[in-house]
């Protein structure tokens, strides 16, 4: 066995004593360093559980589907009307258009959307839902079922009627065990007669589609929300070899019926994306996100650096007598100096362990709740992740802990034999 070895192993096993003898003072030294990595962990474990819950959302419409956003993004990210501002540029004019085979070859089926919050009520009942306005393709593009009753039809949906469709929750948070069908309810003092009831479906894209209500487009454009253009619209074509080409025929058509003579996209008011690409889109955005707030977490590492170099020189001024005997009996500047060093090391790696495993059982905390109200969160483990925590805790110690170690070294044995 060499020489460092025996000698890293006294300093270690020197460094956890001095910890177990002034246990209160260790801990509140690496709480920084806990409180640091036990962030990050929990950071980057959300953020991979919550991009897998999205990915797995956006997987589920299927390879098929095309979606049209209004204004225009850049490649790789999303409109602005993915974050709530409203573009006017789409309209059901517009959707009307792809269905035509002359335009978009291969299509099954467009559904186009416009929803609000609103307070729906029968009778007495009220409630505060999701109010959609949609067109007869919803049922094949979202891959929905009617459970009772009929959805309603293409003439009344281009003709205004006053129908709309109930999904599951709204129907017995309104109705309870009275039969919906034939009765008429309220949406901003416009009458509604109730014609179906959706199957239960259950939350998708973090929306839950059991709480909508379903109206045909022109009636929720013109009776609830007075506007004429829609929120997004969605191509449902016969396979995924015949994405690429729908998308291409979709962007030319729109730039016809949009009037933008320039093919190069510079100039488009709208947004095609397949969900191959919303996948991309949606990776891109939530890894910023993730690695920018893991990146703020681990301030709290710097912090808590600051306060290990802090109580590293207190410890050096309460230990200078010690220090002094040491250098007395032989001990050089170097063994005083790795003395301090080591210390701060074993300080900031415990304090690392510690964080590590309150992030862990956090995480799994936060995955056994959300999987508990119904969505689909993967518990996310990365070695990745621990390693970076534990790397970065060692050599915050170790640089913290030099200007203390050094000062600690130049401690004249004399002058440190007589302080008291």
């Given at each position: ?28 030294t ?39 956003l ?14 709530g ?51 007869v ?5 979202e ?29 017995d ?8 069908l ?39 454009q ?91 020189l ?56 959300v ?9 996310s ?25 050094f ?5 004249n ?8």
């Amino acid at each position: 066995m060499s020489r460092h070895y025996l000698y890293l192993k006294e300093l270690i096993l020197n460094s956890l004593r001095n910890l177990r003898q002034n246990k209160s003072r260790s801990f509140l030294t690496a709480l920084g360093i806990i409180i640091g990595v036990s962030s990050v962990i929990i950071i980057v474990a959300i953020g991979d559980g919550a991009q897998n819950l999205i990915l797995a959302q956006v997987k589920s419409f299927g390879p098929t589907l095309v979606g049209v956003l209004p204004g225009k993004s850049e490649d790789k990210g999303p409109p602005a009307s993915a974050f709530g501002i409203t573009i006017t540029t789409l309209t059901y004019e517009d959707a009307m258009a792809m269905k035509d085979p002359a335009n978009v070859p291969n299509v099954k089926a467009v559904a186009a959307y416009v929803n609000g919050s609103e307070t729906v009520s029968w009778g007495s009942n009220q409630m505060t839902g999701t109010v959609n306005g949609t067109t007869v393709d919803y049922l094949e593009v979202e891959q929905a079922e009617v459970a009772e009753g009929r959805f309603f039809s293409e003439t009344e949906e281009k003709g205004v009627a006053r129908v709309a469709v109930l999904g599951a929750t709204v129907k017995d948070d309104l109705f309870g065990a009275t039969d919906a069908l034939g009765k008429n309810i309220k949406i901003k003092n416009q009458s509604f007669e109730v014609i179906g009831v959706m199957k239960a479906k259950g939350t998708v894209g973090f929306q839950n589609n059991d709480e909508n209500i379903l109206l045909p487009i022109t009636s929720m454009q013109k009776l609830i929300l007075g506007i004429n253009h829609i929120n997004m619209l969605r191509l449902k074509v016969n396979t995924a070899d015949d994405v690429p080409q729908a998308i291409d025929m979709v962007k030319l058509t729109l730039r016809e019926r949009h009037g933008i003579s320039d093919s190069s996209g510079a100039n488009d008011d709208f947004t095609v994306r397949s969900s191959a690409e919303a996948i991309n889109t949606i990776k891109t955005v939530t890894n910023s996100l993730k690695f920018f707030l893991a990146a703020m977490a681990g301030l709290s590492l710097l912090v808590g650096g600051i306060g290990i170099m802090n109580i590293m020189l207190i410890r050096v001024a309460q230990r200078t007598r010690e220090i002094g005997l040491r250098k007395a009996v032989g001990a050089t500047n170097q063994d005083i100096r790795w003395q301090f060093l080591v210390e701060s090391g074993v300080i900031t790696l415990v304090g690392g362990l510690i964080g590590i495993i309150i992030g862990e059982l956090v995480s799994v905390g936060v995955s056994l709740v959300v999987n508990g109200l119904g969505y689909e969160w993967g518990y996310s483990f990365s070695w990745f992740s621990i390693a970076i925590s534990v790397s970065i805790s060692i050599g915050i110690g170790v640089i913290f802990g030099l200007y203390p170690a050094f000062r600690a070294s130049k401690l004249n044995p004399i002058e440190a034999l007589r302080h008291e």
